[in-house]
């Protein structure tokens, strides 16, 4: 099974900046209920030059944005 990184990014004071966040929240909880362990969820308000360690960790990566 292919190891799955949802990451969402934005600014959560700034209402629909949010986006990113809340949908990575929401397919965190899914995940958890389905117990897909090779689904992990990660966000921030922007991308950093530190992610790209962290996304090298897995065969695909979805990045949620406003």
């Known amino acids: 099974m292919k190891k799955i990184l949802v990451y969402g990014y ?4 700034r209402q ?5 966040n809340v949908m ?3 397919i965190e909880e899914w995940a ?3 117990a897909y362990d090779h689904i992990s969820v ?3 308000y922007q991308l ?3 992610d790209a360690d962290t996304i090298s960790n897995y065969d ?3 990045f949620v944005d406003a």
């Open 10 to 13: 934005g600014n959560p004071g």
């Open 42 to 44: 990660d966000s921030n």
């Open 24 to 26: 990575a929240d929401r």
């Open 60 to 62: 695909v990566v979805f």
């Open 48 to 50: 950093n030059i530190e």
């Open 16 to 20: 629909d900046d949010a986006m990113g």
């Open 32 to 34: 958890k209920e389905k």
